[in-house]
């Protein structure tokens, strides 16, 4: 493929020569690591998890079957701990002094600088102290946290004493995380008093006293100051971390892990029921993080990097926090929002740190590409020299604005896809060794073996559309559902036998290169956030009005997919602008001001077939205002309903 096209081009965007040449793995390299991959494994892998500190090297490198019972081990035998790679080794090797964390607060006046040395001392005084509470290897611990060193230092220091962490976004509600807890079963909880994001403060302290009402297991509450808000202390349980952390031994032994023991715990979405809890294990998704963060960003030593996720996403586990801390970089953690003090906050902090390398979502790009060039163009961002994207596809009008407004074509434009289960990237390209498409990921990264498959788990070949499917393991790959193995086949591994199943469908070019459309089941992608529709429907109906809802996903111009209700009230209850009002309130306070709807239409009936299984695709269609295509809606128990629906629809 030629590699050095020009940006003229707007189907194929070569990368610039000079970017080629400075890039680590060049076109020759990147086709040796894809070959060695798929030829000798064990070889492979078996070097790369040299990236990473070992107390013990593993000999036995991959042991994975999608079949049956699923057993995936990656580097059996081997024995580490994941802070000593973040940490320990950077002080060895005479990193110490180097800038670990660089933090921006939501306020632009407040800064910080954290140095591997200092970053190292945080989280070892902090790792004894739970040490002393009794915490250790294989306890839960629920961390919910806003973007501040603290919540890095929370991770790491669990890491390093064993103890699984468990990430809850600081943005859903006490029921969500009391959920997540009791699903976890942890005994401690990491918070703080407060947040800030956009110029406003999170109560996350009260938030958790309301969760804990429901969590029995939760022994310890380590409470971070903050914003140093008032907070209500509760006498044996709470802590202040400052106090625990002042009388702590500054000496912290890391647990000695198996490289399959459990690293954490992270929940997201499906299709049905409860967020599962995603395990990740300690070796392959240390050895996935580095990699993948070194190649896709072609990271060099002394460069600043951005990522502009939340700790609580996975974005933010590999790609602020494990992957930049293991490769020795210097990881941006940002509080703030892109749009507050104003629009140009992205590019105001790039000048401000010269930031080299930048990772954010399709649905910032898009927010800022309606406020116009201006507020890009009032700062240079010359030090920036490649973009990333993440969490939804990207179309390729944002991709170019990306491209051309924000990154001058001077920086070439990776397209990561992944998802919380493969713990790291798994398709985008390496930049400098893949020709761009805007609007495409690309291709696969070494040792990742993706395959689209007709609904009959048909294998479909060369240019084609499909469900996407990995049909080998990589070692970041998670490993369970925490508590709940069975789920875990049936979720991934039962609709297409011996093959993980994404959710994701895709197409492919005549190039090989994938074209992400989008989940086809029952998960929607608000603005980068994961949710199932069942859990926005559970929301509803527990409102004591609402008889019946049904969510599904529509088009967004700003957030890719917004949330579409469809409400059925008890006989008797009477829709109003008022009733509507509080039920949007109401999703807000049961999960979290993401699952917010965007529209609520009220429904005398759902169309249901006769055995009462309710047609989500004409719920679909009738969202997307598409409503030509509505197919056959003989099968229905009363066709009626939809014409009323598609007389009512809102927006
Ligand atoms: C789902 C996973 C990836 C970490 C953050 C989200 C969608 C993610 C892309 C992309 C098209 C993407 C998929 C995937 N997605 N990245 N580059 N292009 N779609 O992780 O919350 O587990 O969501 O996000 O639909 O299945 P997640």
Redesign the pocket.
Same mark, same amino acid.
């Given at each position: 493929m030629d590699t050095h096209l020009h940006a003229h081009h707007d189907e194929v965007i070569g990368i610039k020569a000079d970017a080629a040449a400075r890039t680590h793995v060049s076109v020759e390299r990147r086709q040796a690591m894809v070959r060695e991959a798929a030829v000798d494994p064990n070889g492979f892998w078996g070097k790369e998890a040299n990236r990473i500190s070992w107390m013990v090297k593993p000999s036995k490198i991959k042991n994975t079957s999608f079949h049956d019972d699923v057993q995936i081990k990656w580097f059996e035998d081997g024995i580490l701990n994941a802070s000593v790679s973040c940490l320990d080794r950077h002080l060895e090797e005479g990193r110490g002094d180097r800038v670990a964390i660089l933090w921006e607060g939501d306020d632009p006046s407040m800064d910080e600088r954290v140095t591997y040395r200092e970053l190292y001392n945080r989280v070892c005084r902090l790792g004894s102290a739970m040490r002393r509470l009794g915490i250790g290897k294989g306890d839960v611990v629920t961390i919910y946290m806003p973007m501040i060193v603290d919540a890095a230092v929370a991770m790491l220091a669990c890491a390093r004493i064993g103890a699984i962490h468990s990430v809850v976004f600081g943005g859903f509600s006490p029921d969500s995380l009391a959920s997540r807890i009791q699903d976890g079963n942890s005994v401690a909880l990491i918070t703080a008093d407060e947040g800030r994001r956009g110029g406003r403060s999170v109560p996350l302290k009260a938030n958790a006293d309301q969760a804990l009402l429901e969590c029995p297991t939760v022994k310890h509450v380590i409470v971070a100051r903050n914003t140093d808000a008032p907070v209500n202390m509760h006498p044996g349980r709470d802590h202040w971390w400052a106090t625990l952390a002042r009388h702590a031994d500054p000496v912290c032994q890391p647990e000695p892990m198996n490289a399959e023991d459990p690293m954490f715990i992270l929940y997201?979405?499906g299709s049905t029921g409860k967020p599962k809890g995603?395990l990740h294990t300690t070796g392959g998704y240390m050895v996935w993080a580095s990699f993948t963060h070194e190649v896709v960003f072609d990271y060099r030593p002394g460069e600043i990097y951005w990522c502009t996720?939340d700790v609580g #996403?996975?974005?933010g586990h /590999?790609y602020i926090v494990y992957g930049p801390l293991a490769n020795g970089a210097t990881t941006l953690m940002f509080e703030g929002v892109p749009s507050y003090p104003d629009n140009s906050r992205f590019w105001q902090v790039v000048d401000k740190h010269q930031v080299n390398i930048f990772y954010t979502?399709?649905t910032a790009i898009r927010a800022l590409m309606r406020e116009g060039e201006k507020p890009v163009k009032r700062w240079r961002r010359d030090s920036l020299r490649l973009l990333g994207?993440?969490?939804?596809?990207?179309n390729p009008e944002a991709w170019l604005w990306y491209y051309r407004v924000v990154g001058e074509e001077r920086c070439p434009v990776v397209?990561? #896809?992944?998802?919380?289960? /493969?713990g790291g990237?798994l398709?985008?390209p390496l930049p400098g060794s893949v020709a761009q498409k805007p609007g495409s990921?690309t291709l696969p990264l070494p040792g990742v073996k993706p395959a689209l498959v007709d609904n009959d788990g048909k294998l479909l070949e060369g240019a084609t559309e499909g469900n996407l499917v990995i049909t080998d393991s990589w070692p970041g790959q998670m490993r369970t559902v925490f508590g709940d193995h069975e789920r875990f086949i049936q979720t991934y591994f039962s609709t297409f036998k011996g093959m993980y199943f994404?959710?994701?469908g895709a197409r492919r070019d005549e190039d090989g290169y994938y074209w992400?459309t989008?989940?086809v089941d029952d998960?929607i992608?608000v603005a980068?956030?994961?949710m199932g529709t069942a859990e926005v429907e559970s929301a509803l109906v527990a409102h004591p009005k609402v008889a019946e809802a049904a969510v599904v996903g529509m088009p967004h111009e700003i957030k890719g997919q917004g949330i579409y209700c469809y409400v059925t009230l008890n006989a008797g209850e009477e829709p109003s602008d008022a009733l509507l009002a509080e039920l949007r309130n109401w999703v807000r306070r049961e999960i979290g001001p993401i699952a917010t709807p965007d529209a609520i239409q009220w429904a005398p009936g759902l169309p249901k077939t006769r055995s009462g299984k309710i047609m989500r695709r004409i719920l679909r269609k009738i969202a997307a205002n598409e409503l030509d295509g509505l197919g056959d809606t003989s099968t229905l128990a009363d066709p009626a309903v939809v014409d009323d629906l598609v007389a009512n629809r809102v927006m």
């Open positions: 997201t979405s995603v996720a #996403w996975v974005t /590999t979502a399709p994207s993440v969490g939804e596809p990207i397209d990561t #896809w992944w998802q919380t289960e /493969t990237i398709i985008s990921a994404t959710g994701d992400i989008g989940r998960v992608n980068g956030h994961r």
